[in-house]
């Protein structure tokens, strides 16, 4: 199955910087594009950016445009999101989502899959 491993979490002072990485791994993988959402306590799960599979594109929620960079590595299927000038309202649980094609070891052809990572926790606090 695939494994979603993210990192890079932590408490921080408004005005810090974090970067979160995640990583995939467990099939072969094709096409897939990849995003992180968040959830604060109360709050329903929320997308805060994600990219296609080229990179070429990308979409950030309002609240993070101009603070936040998503990025990935295909060759490590990684991705990235680089946090800046972190906020109190960015405090939450924060989820790496894959989903596209792959192959598993027993799989005779590529499937379509979607999956979440662990969650790391980001809170930013004075």
């Known amino acids: 199955q695939v494994q979603l491993v993210e990192s890079g979490g932590g408490e921080v002072q408004p005005g810090d910087s974090l970067r979160l990485s995640c990583v995939a791994s467990?099939?072969?993988?094709?096409?897939?594009?990849m995003g992180w959402f968040r959830q604060a306590p109360g709050k329903e799960r929320e997308l805060v950016a994600a990219i296609i599979w080229s990179g070429g594109t990308t979409y950030y929620v309002d609240s993070v445009k101009g603070r936040f960079t998503i990025s990935r590595d295909n060759a490590m299927n990684t991705v990235y999101l680089q946090m800046n000038s972190l906020k109190s309202e960015d405090t939450a649980v924060y989820y790496c989502?894959?989903?596209?094609?792959?192959?598993?070891?027993?799989?005779?052809?590529?499937?379509?899959?979607?999956?979440w990572g662990q969650g790391t926790q980001v809170t930013v606090s004075a």
């Open positions: 989502n894959v989903r596209g094609y792959s192959r598993g070891s027993s799989d005779p052809l590529p499937k379509v899959f979607d999956s």
């Open positions: 467990g099939h072969t993988f094709y096409t897939y594009d």
